[in-house]
C-alpha cells in the first residue's frame, strides 16, 4: 500500500476515513509487535503508516471543523 495523498483523502467520505484509519491501525500495531519480536523486513513501513494516520486525522479534523461552522 503506498503512501496516500491529503488530496485524496479529502475527496473520501468521513466513514471511509474512518475505516482506512482502523485498517491502518491495525497494521501499526502487527509492524510494532514484528519489529518488537525482529520479523520486521521494512523499518520504513512504520514510518509511513504512522504518516498516513496523521494525514487521515489531519482531515478529518478539517471535516469537522469546516461542518461546525
Known amino acids: ?3 496516500t ?7 473520501s467520505s468521513r466513514d471511509e ?3 482506512q484509519l482502523v485498517e491502518l491501525k491495525k ?4 509492524l510494532r509487535f514484528k ?3 525482529g520479523e520486521l523486513e521494512s523499518p520504513a513501513r512504520m514510518r509511513v503508516v504512522r504518516r498516513d ?11 469537522s471543523a469546516t461542518a461546525k461552522q
Open 1 to 3: 500500500m503506498a503512501q
Open 5 to 11: 495523498k491529503a488530496q485524496d483523502l479529502r475527496a
Open 17 to 19: 476515513l474512518k475505516v
Open 27 to 30: 497494521e501499526q500495531f502487527n
Open 35 to 37: 519489529a518488537a519480536s
Open 53 to 63: 494516520i496523521a494525514r487521515i486525522k489531519t482531515v478529518l479534523g478539517e471535516q
